[in-house]
């Protein structure tokens, strides 16, 4: 599935929050979204989720104008997980898990169904804790069933809002090299916003450094991650190191 925004501009009231952006997403791709707070991260990806309309733009889904498909048809192509969610709090993980196959659940829920929820919680380690109940879980532990309900989604594009937020280092580096297993097997493309740079530099296929709602740099990683932007987008001096590991972004101190 090929997604394609064409010079979105996004705004809450008369505040511009996303200005003429033009991205393509092709499958089997990671697209890291980075920048400062308020840049625009979370709004791109609701935009793209259909929770905000684009002002001005085109949004297309091979060919077609998002808003035009069907709200039944694009759950099942995009699987979403936000920064806050809600959740049932008498809800096991499982159940909840779940939920993400709704598109696909007729009258009945199959053993395939079941499966799936069931793979998807050992993706991201819960699956001891299936039968545990939503207000039983750790911040961090919620953040994992969200992440688990869009992969039992299945869906072609997944749009995740800073899933490692709330994550030890360890699900940090699980979670990323999950996604990058996905995509590269079925072929899924991720649009993911990030503020480990280090995680974008290490996983990302391409990265998108937005700065007050438009885009500061687009490419490859090595290539748009270098100091001189991020001196200038973030206020910090970095050094790219390199060991028998790879390269990594080693912030130094801020910009004077």
């Given amino acids: 599935m090929e997604l394609v925004l064409q010079d979105v501009t996004t705004a809450y009231g008369d505040k511009i929050a996303l200005l003429n952006v033009s991205l393509k997403v092709t499958p089997g791709h990671i697209v890291a979204l980075v920048g400062p707070n308020g840049s625009g991260k979370s709004t791109m990806i609701k935009t793209i989720a259909t929770i905000l309309k684009a002002r ?3 949004i297309t889904i091979d060919g077609s104008d998002i808003y ?9 192509r995009i699987g979403y997980v936000p920064q806050q969610y809600t959740y049932t709090l008498y809800s096991t993980v499982f159940e909840t898990v779940l939920l993400g ?6 009258w009945t829920v199959s053993e395939e169904e079941l499966s799936r929820v069931q793979l998807a919680l050992e993706e991201v380690d819960m ?7 939503m207000d039983q879980l750790s911040g961090g532990e919620r953040q994992k069933v969200f992440i688990a309900r869009a992969l039992a989604q299945d869906p072609a594009l997944y749009l995740f809002d800073e899933p490692t937020s709330a994550l030890d280092i360890r699900h940090q580096l699980g979670v990323m090299a999950t996604l990058k297993k996905i995509t590269m097997e079925h072929k899924s493309s991720v649009v993911i916003a990030l503020h480990d740079l280090n995680l974008a530099f290490r996983y990302a296929d391409t990265v998108m450094i937005l700065q007050n709602g438009a885009v500061a740099g687009l490419g490859k990683p090595k290539d748009v991650l270098d100091p001189d932007r991020i001196r ?5 001096e970095i ?4 060991n028998e590991f790879g390269q990594f972004l080693l912030p130094v101190h801020q910009s004077l």
């Avoid at 196959?101 to 007729?106: C, F, N, S, T, W």
């Avoid at 699956?127 to 109940?133: D, L, Q």
């Avoid at 200038?232 to 910090?236: K, L, N, P």
């Avoid at 050094?239 to 390199?242: A, K, L, S």
Wanted: hydrophobic letters at 40%.
């Fill in 101 to 106: 196959r709704r598109p696909y659940i007729k």
């Fill in 232 to 236: 200038a987008v973030y206020g910090v």
């Fill in 56 to 58: 001005s733009g085109t």
């Fill in 239 to 242: 050094r790219i190191v390199e």
């Fill in 68 to 76: 035009r498909i069907d709200p039944i048809d694009l759950a099942s």
């Fill in 127 to 133: 699956a001891e804790s299936a039968g545990r109940f």
